[in-house]
């Protein structure tokens, strides 16, 4: 922020206020529009499709013939819908909001539409860096502030370019000048019942192209109902949009065209398909995503090279010395599975290294040309991931990177070099499951794929990828256990810890198993390498404490088996998840959950699948909202 752009007077204001930190919002959603109809219960289905990525309150406004009206409600759009119902609202422009707020309280006065003075109101995403020092501006400028959110400034600073004459255009293109961080927003004005102005800045935002209408939204999941055709935003884009057409203008203010794109998704892809939670629903699909990953990609016992990564790829891996993993959450837990596979001396044979994106772009990484740098996410919109990769792009811009992506036309695709598509399918639960097994056998391709230019024997690219096509049908195996799991929920839904082992590939296993838990049914629930239990957690274990260990047929087993017998002497509750060939003593503390029978390299792929069930069915004994967890977003889209 540059101080001397303001009078002397407000310099300090500005120095002191630039000190504290701005409100943070994760993954709120928008929903805007122009239609023939009436565009609110348009607005409002399209909202409602946003609802997993998590929010606490909601709200609308619209250009109708009394001026701009706006309803905002903290809770869900339920709730909204109610008010609604007291207070209906016509109109054929219109923008909702669901907000999910991390600083600033969650309340109806901090609850998107933000408007100004009555004449302009707007909806955003992302965060306005700079939003106390423009605050102290406007105040100066005698408008008055309701909210504690960044989002505020936006509508007055919009309202003060649009009071000076002009379209509500120029006054959003002007107003964005101001702006610093990352925004996606929605506008509208009192003047203009037929149109809306929406703005990307590093923060996503399609327009959808309706038959009776034109829209704009987070994702496109929120259109998919009324269309299929989008267009994707690029970053600093102004679309200035009506009913029957709409213009996009880029940063620099010029005309473009951006192409439009048809969307795979259907509507059947976002709702629940008879299951109770999108979560169950996504488990249960893992089989078929896993074979979406492989089908097309994998030939007579080979990895199609260019079919799976582009027609760059062969080059790029020929020239690759290591591999650095970048991620967050589940996808980290994924590429920790990935590192095993990449340093095994039979496989890729490549120095692998993993890390959490946050940690990873603070600790000054030396950038090497010749390291492939993957960056995973289901979203492709994980900010931190994100910043990365563009970090990786313009330290060292002659190194490669790749995502591993869920989301076509996401950030991290448009600005990977090569892109994998995992094709999961929407993943709406905020509790990410198939994006992980779908991730874990991209994966074993990417792991593949480099073994071939590093002396990995032919025979061995066939074995490995005979077992990976045997997956999906190990999945659907392992998926019949729900019933054994479901009765084993009730029990465990009444403690408040749980430990999780594993060892090997199956530690990340143990992790990811772990994270499920304490996400969806709020255990605090740990995972720890089997043999890290007697160097601390081991005084943690009593009769209370559930220990739920991973156990496949491997080298390992035997010292898993001793870790195992540590747990039972301190009377902990042993849960063995193992494969049939483990001989396991049994004893009344002890329950073994019997895997299905699978080649140990891709074990972790399908053994991952049991303990995400036992999670989803402990947050069901619990009563907990498995789909959206208490205070959790689907993606995170700011640091
Ligand atoms: O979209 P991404 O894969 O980049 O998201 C990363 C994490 O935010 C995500 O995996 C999160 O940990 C999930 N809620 C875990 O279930």
Partial sequence: MDGDRFPPSLRKVITDVLKQQPEKKIMCGIVGGVSNTNVIPILIDGLERLEYRGYDSAGVAAVTPEGISCLRRLGKIEVLREALEENPMSALAGIVHTRWATHGKPSEKNAHPHVSQAAIAVVHNGIIENHVALRAVLREKAYEFSSDTDTEVIAHLVNEQWKGGGSLLS??????QELEGAYSIAVISKNDPENIVAVRMKSPLVIGIGKNGNFVASDVSALISITNQF????????????????????????KVERPIKVSDLSPEDVSRG??????????????????????GRVKDGKVLIEEAFGNKAAKIFARTEAVQIIACGTSHYSSL?????????????????????????????????????????????????????????????????????????????????????????????????????????????LTLALGRTRGMTAKKEAEVIVSLLTVPEKLREALLLDGELRLLAPGFGKKEHALYLGRGSEYPIAL??????????????????????????????????????VAPNDVLVEKLQSNLKEVRARNGQLFIFASPDVKIDLDEGTTVIALPRVDELVAPIVYVVPLQLLAYHVAVARGNNVDQPRNLAKSVTVE
């Fill in 337 to 445: 599975v990935a590192r095993y596979w990449m340093e095994m001396e039979s496989l890729a044979d490549i120095p692998c290294h993993v890390d959490v994106a946050s940690e990873w772009r603070y600790r000054n990484p030396r950038l090497h040309s010749r390291t492939l740098y993957v960056f995973i996410s289901q979203s492709g919109e994980t900010a931190d991931t994100l910043a990365c990769l563009n970090m990786v792009k313009e330290g060292k811009p002659e190194a490669h990177t790749i995502t591993i992506c869920n989301v076509p036309e996401s950030s991290m695709t448009r600005e990977a070099e090569l892109t994998f598509l995992t094709k999961a399918g929407a993943e709406i639960g905020v509790a990410s499951t198939k994006a992980f097994t779908t991730q874990l056998a991209a994966l074993m391709l």
């Fill in 512 to 549: 990811e198993g772990s994270l499920k838990m304490k996400e969806i049914s709020y255990i605090h629930a740990e995972g720890y390498p089997a043999g890290e239990l007697k160097h601390g957690p081991l005084a943690l274990v009593n009769e209370e404490m559930p220990v739920i260990a």
């Fill in 171 to 176: 006054a959003v293109q002007n107003a964005v």
């Fill in 231 to 254: 267009v994707y935003l690029e970053d600093g884009d102004v679309a200035d949009i009506y009913q029957a057409h709409f213009v996009v203008y880029d940063k620099t203010g010029k």
């Fill in 274 to 295: 008879g299951f109770l939670h999108f979560m169950q629903k996504e488990i249960h699909e893992q089989p078929d995503a896993v074979s979406r990953v492989l089908d």
